[in-house]
């Protein structure tokens, strides 16, 4: 199953941009699964950063999880001021805590301009941005989160199975 | 295993412990049928939340979807209720195990449905069948794009 659309400049992209090598996550903020790779996917990006193009794209499964889609919806408010992989970051390493109120106390401690990331996060915008991404995870055949695609393709495997990979090649 | 251009076997089955579905009364909607081995079962869990997820884009495309297993009415209760999931499951539970026979996706060792995905259209003739391997949630991609076709 292959990636569709293409990562673009539409997307949030991290680690070097013009690597041969592209990784790209789907994931849920609430997720367990996706809270436990995040370390991980941090410790690769720390030792292998500068060979990979990394990119993360919300796939909220609203229904199970109560505060996927507002998380998803504060990290897009925070990457329209420069910050969303800081409030990436800091939801994952928070993922037991959170709430509406949170995520505005996140915004207070990133020096985001809070009443402006309220009222981003309220726009529709946002959350077409959002749904967008949900939708583009769905044609792409991910069937769960955290879902892996490497140059494209989906990789069969987690955050682990991910790095053992990067090692072997 | 029905495939493509096959009509839909018709059938009644319990969709709540005092409401019965007939397929043939959503003849004008596509129907997509999701057959699975069992309720609470990890892999079948995600795979009827992911759906659960998706239930507005298959609106769009004017279809329904519905679970089936051979569980039994009140045990799909209590799943769907744990779940939150706002589509039907069937129980293809007396005689069990009848319907997903007719679809030839029945697993006779286990005593369980296969996981397998038909898309019916509003004629209820099947126009996509696929058999996922029984541990692999099959995704929602090869359903949309046979949706798509339909159009």
């Given amino acids: ?169 | 295993m029905l495939q493509k251009n096959d009509v839909a076997p018709d059938f009644t089955l319990y969709a709540t412990p005092d409401q019965k579905i007939k397929l043939s009364e959503f003849k004008g909607h596509n129907v997509i049928l999701a057959f699975y081995p069992a309720d609470w079962s990890p892999v079948c869990s995600d795979q009827m939340a992911l759906y659960n997820e998706m239930l507005k884009y298959f609106k769009k495309y004017d279809a329904e979807i519905m679970g089936i297993s051979v569980d039994s009415k009140w045990c799909h209760m209590a799943f769907a209720q744990s779940r939150k999931l706002h589509f039907p499951l069937l129980a293809d539970f007396e005689a069990k195990g009848e319907v997903a026979k007719k679809y030839g996706v029945y697993d006779d060792d286990e005593g369980e449905c296969k996981r397998a995905l038909f898309v019916i259209d509003k004629e209820g003739v099947i126009q996509w069948s696929y058999l996922s391997p029984t541990a692999v949630n099959p995704g929602a991609d090869g359903i949309i794009e046979a949706l798509e076709n339909l159009k």
């Avoid at chain 1, 500068?50 to 794209?57: G, L, N, T």
């Fill in chain 1, 1 to 169: 199953m292959s990636l569709k659309p293409k990562v673009s400049d539409r997307d949030h992209i991290q680690g070097n941009n013009s690597a041969d090598l592209t990784i790209v996550e789907y994931g849920d903020y609430q997720c367990p699964h996706c809270g436990a790779a995040h370390p991980i996917l941090k410790e690769m990006m720390a030792e292998l950063g500068s060979q990979i193009r990394f990119v993360f794209r919300n796939f909220p499964l609203s229904e199970m999880h109560e505060y996927a889609r507002p998380a998803a919806l504060a990290a897009e408010a925070a990457a329209l001021q420069g910050k969303f992989w800081e409030m990436h970051d800091a939801i994952y390493d928070n993922q037991q805590i959170l709430s509406t109120r949170f995520f505005i106390d996140l915004a207070e401690q990133l020096n985001l301009d809070v009443d402006q990331f309220k009222s981003d996060m309220q726009t529709e915008s946002l959350e077409e941005k959002v749904e967008r991404d949900f939708e583009s995870g769905m044609m792409s055949g991910v069937n769960g989160t955290p879902t892996f695609f490497v140059n494209g393709q989906k990789f069969d495997g987690g955050a682990e199975g991910l790095i053992q990979m990067l090692h072997e090649n």
